[in-house]
């Protein structure tokens, strides 16, 4: 009876164990996004977007257009806003005489607007883009940023930054699954609209 | 006496084992259904607008952000067979390239909606596929290697120039075969072709 008793007690301190283990490895704080959201805007208004060339801080060339493209093919894929053919904001801010990917003022944002017939466009750089060395093993990582800037007054009306990444502990100890770097991508292009439209 | 024991201890235990087992399906069907959100492949089709009536693309060059040069034109020949393959007309790759050359678009990726339209006059199509290639290549995992292959697929009705349907597919990472007991996987252009057909089977 009290050997029963004991083997319990051992398998309760096993179980307690394993789920301070796996709360620590998978709701650590990594990727959590920090977000901004203008509560004085009704964001149901906004239908139609243009989402510009995202700036690129990354030493891979085409980072920033390969984002840019994730975003807007789950923009679309969520069905609450219009997306613009990519190619016209690039022209739009052509006109305006600047490069693809370079900074834009309050005034710039109200003409792509009006050209566009958008009610907001969208803003992004990709911080992190590639694979980074854990210690002896080496796994993709994507920082990204994305703004809306409201095109009736310039402003920004919500923003949020992700990173997402690494080699999780079950993956380094025991050879699970990894994301590759397309998942990444995708993983944290949605997680950052999902503040957006979880709103 | 003994005998009906005897059983009663064989029933205890198949309906213990049951119990294991229901738990064990439970598991597996909630696994299962994890993998599937997780890999859930969004898309996008225009409501308004009936796809099926589509029945002759001209697919423009693809952007190419991998480090193979001729990936964009890799993945355009598998694009412009998948859609021969299911009865869509497409129109010659090179009158595309060189109507492209005459109206002086420059670059895919700033192609313009006016353009859009006239490529779609002049070739008479119903709509232009565009993409870009986001991977093609042997990445590395932690331990092993393994072919990935990430497209996005545009479709833009040449009438209006809209978007009417849009969609990301991706094939990679390396399968519990290849990373316990390296099993081989797949071949770098069968991922491709998986890829592609995926993410046609979203429309056609």
Redesign the interface.
Known sequence: MKSETLRRERLKILFSGLLTILFFTCCGGKGTPSFYMNQDVDFSFIKRVAVLPFENLTNER?AG??VR??V???L????LVE??????P??AI?KLRLKPGDPISADQIKTVGKDLKVQAVILGAVEEFG?VRYGN???PEVSITIMMADTSSGSIIWSVTKSKGG?GFW??HF?A???????T??AVVREALKTLFEY | MTQHTGRCKIMNEIYKNKGRYACLSTAIAVLGIMLLCGCAQKYFIRESVDITRIRSIAVLPFENFTRDDFAGEKIRRIVITELLSRGVDVTEPGEVTKLLSELNVRSLRSIKTEEIKKVGETLGVDAVMSGSVEAFGISKGINVTYPEVTVNLMLLETGSGNIVWSVRSSTGGASFWTRHFGAEGIPLSEAARRTVEDAIDTVY
């Open positions: 085409f257009d390969m493209q994730v807007i093919s789950e679309l894929a969520t069905g997306v613009t053919v990519p190619g016209d690039i022209s052509e694979e093993v080496s796994a080699a993956a380094r050879g699954r990894s994301d590759t770097m397309s998942e991508v995708i």
